[in-house]
């Protein structure tokens, strides 16, 4: 298991910022996605953004503008930036990594390392 550990998000209002990171330094894979997903109350987790090993990033069309990924790789720190914040971008948060090729998938079952969740509540 790849150990993941998640900092950031919090509260914010409408139209705020906020930004998300995950320490990645347990990623030692020269090929790989990582992503960022989240899961509110009652409903599925779903992919918001991911990135792969060439740069290669994804949005979910619902966040696609307001969000952006990107990896740090000087500190082995994954981001996601979330902007224009909606009160439906609330959220538990989770960022994921996955040994693989090609472009990256919002999929949640192709990923098998996971961070511990951030809460994100977007008030109106």
């Known amino acids: 298991q790849v150990p993941l550990v998640q900092s950031g998000g919090g509260s914010v209002e409408t139209g705020g910022s906020l930004r998300l990171s995950c320490d990645t330094s347990?990623?030692?894979?020269?090929?790989?996605?990582m992503g960022w997903f989240r899961q509110a109350p009652g409903a599925q987790r779903e992919g918001v953004a991911a990135?792969?090993?060439?740069?290669?990033?994804i949005y979910a069309s619902s966040v696609k503008g307001r969000f952006t990924i990107s990896v740090d790789r000087g500190t082995n720190t994954l981001h996601l930036q979330i902007t224009s914040a909606q009160p439906e971008d609330t959220a538990m948060y989770f960022c994921?990594?996955?040994?693989?090729?090609?472009?990256?998938?919002?999929?949640?079952?192709?990923?098998?390392?996971w961070g511990q969740g951030t809460q994100v509540t977007v008030s109106s």
């Open positions: 994921a990594a996955q040994q693989a090729s090609g472009a990256p998938s919002l999929a949640p079952r192709w990923y098998d390392h």
């Open positions: 347990g990623v030692t894979y020269r090929n790989y996605w």
């Open positions: 990135i792969d090993s060439h740069g290669t990033t």
